[in-house]
């Protein structure tokens, strides 16, 4: 009898153990999960409170545009050997191509990018972005000796005439970084313009003419600022995405476990119905002996 209570002692300990190493574990399960899901979420609302404070501060910055080119446009009257560098028509392209490849290694990694991308009907880019939703192409040729001829220009006739051969330049430009707009080959519906010079970009985002037609042709004007910011806030992207991925792997491998843990449960659950079993076929044995027993020793008795 002292026997039976053991086992059934043990079998009580045991199962008590099995449940209550299940509360705890899907209560720890709980908890990490709720931690992670309150992480990612934490992470998405900073990624989007940044990306609207950018385009803030891009906006007050357009506002400001007009003081800051009056200021820019006395220096370059002044100046007359303003970006002398750029004066040289063969190189135009190269430098402003260097300058773009600078911003774009300095912020991206390397596998969100590439330069002198080639499309299959064999238009080169200047560069791409890599985003998992598509491309985005960027055009860096730019026409500096145009736009040093118009401002270094004296002679207020002159001026004018230099000046609409300028921003007709600008506007080939647009037409030439439209052509890269190609969703049957997974680009965005826009691509982007970039002017290596903060004073042309502002020459320009202060026509509005200018600025209608490359919003009509898809195109983004970005200066070296404007695309630090655009490049900053992708950047944060690429981040946030990251963190969300291995947020989803966390969470695949918890779910595996509560899929462990409820096979171990029905484990356990059968476990303990076999170790219920034994113990009724060992009190039906143990009656059976004691009645056998019971009989025995009473022959035994009618015999003396």
């Given at each position: 009898?002292?026997?039976?209570?053991?086992?059934?002692?043990?079998?009580?300990?045991?199962?008590?153990?099995?449940?209550?190493?299940?509360?705890?574990?899907?209560?720890?399960?709980?908890?990490?999960?709720?931690?992670?899901?309150?992480?990612?979420?934490?992470?998405?609302?900073?990624?989007?409170?940044?990306?609207?404070?950018?385009?803030?501060?891009?906006?007050?910055?357009?506002?400001?545009?007009?003081?800051?080119?009056?200021?820019?446009?006395?220096?370059?009257?002044?100046?007359?050997?303003?970006?002398?560098?750029?004066?040289?028509?063969?190189?135009?392209?190269?430098?402003?191509?260097?300058?773009l490849e600078n911003i774009i290694?300095?912020?991206?990694?390397?596998?969100?990018?590439?330069?002198?991308?080639?499309?299959?009907?064999?238009?080169?880019?200047?560069?791409?972005?890599f985003f998992p939703q598509g491309?985005?192409?960027?055009?860096?040729?730019?026409?500096?000796?145009?736009?040093?001829?118009?401002?270094?220009?004296?002679?207020?006739?002159?001026?004018?005439?230099?000046?609409?051969?300028?921003?007709?330049?600008?506007?080939?430009?647009?037409?030439?970084?439209?052509?890269?707009?190609?969703?049957?080959?997974?680009?965005?519906?826009?691509?982007?313009?970039?002017?290596?010079?903060?004073?042309?970009?502002?020459?320009?985002?202060?026509?509005?003419?200018?600025?209608?037609?490359?919003?009509?042709?898809?195109?983004?004007?970005?200066?070296?600022?404007?695309?630090?910011?655009?490049?900053?806030?992708?950047?944060?992207?690429?981040?946030?995405?990251?963190?969300?991925?291995?947020?989803?792997?966390?969470?695949?491998?918890?779910?595996?476990?509560?899929?462990?843990?409820?096979?171990?449960?029905?484990?356990?659950?059968?476990?303990?119905?076999?170790?219920?079993?034994?113990?009724?076929?060992?009190?039906?044995?143990?009656?059976?002996?004691?009645?056998?027993?019971?009989?025995?020793?009473?022959?035994?008795?009618?015999?003396?």
């Amino acid at each position: 009898m002292e026997n039976l209570i053991v086992i059934l002692l043990i079998i009580g300990a045991f199962i008590f153990f099995i449940f209550f190493f299940k509360y705890l574990f899907s209560k720890e399960l709980g908890s990490l999960r709720k931690e992670i899901t309150e992480t990612v979420s934490s992470s998405q609302n900073n990624l989007f409170t940044l990306q609207e404070s950018i385009n803030k501060s891009l906006g007050e910055l357009y506002k400001n545009l007009g003081s800051i080119y009056e200021s820019t446009r006395a220096v370059l009257e002044i100046s007359r050997s303003f970006e002398r560098v750029f004066r040289s028509p063969s190189p135009r392209g190269g430098i402003g191509e260097t300058f773009l490849e600078n911003i774009i290694k300095e912020l991206m990694p390397p596998s969100s990018f590439k330069f002198q991308y080639s499309f299959k009907d064999g238009r080169t880019a200047d560069a791409v972005l890599f985003f998992p939703q598509g491309l985005v192409a960027i055009d860096s040729k730019f026409p500096l000796e145009s736009f040093e001829n118009y401002v270094l220009s004296s002679e207020e006739r002159e001026k004018e005439r230099l000046k609409k051969k300028f921003f007709s330049a600008v506007r080939e430009r647009i037409d030439e970084a439209s052509k890269y707009i190609l969703p049957q080959q997974n680009t965005f519906d826009f691509s982007f313009m970039y002017v290596p010079s903060e004073s042309i970009y502002y020459e320009i985002v202060n026509d509005p003419q200018t600025l209608e037609y490359a919003k009509s042709k898809r195109v983004f004007v970005v200066s070296p600022s404007t695309l630090y910011a655009y490049l900053i806030t992708a950047t944060l992207g690429f981040k946030g995405l990251k963190i969300e991925k291995e947020a989803k792997k966390i969470l695949e491998h918890i779910k595996e476990l509560e899929l462990d843990v409820e096979d171990l449960g029905k484990s356990f659950s059968i476990l303990g119905s076999h170790l219920h079993n034994a113990l009724a076929k060992y009190n039906e044995v143990s009656q059976k002996l004691q009645s056998i027993s019971s009989k025995i020793a009473y022959e035994k008795k009618w015999e003396k």
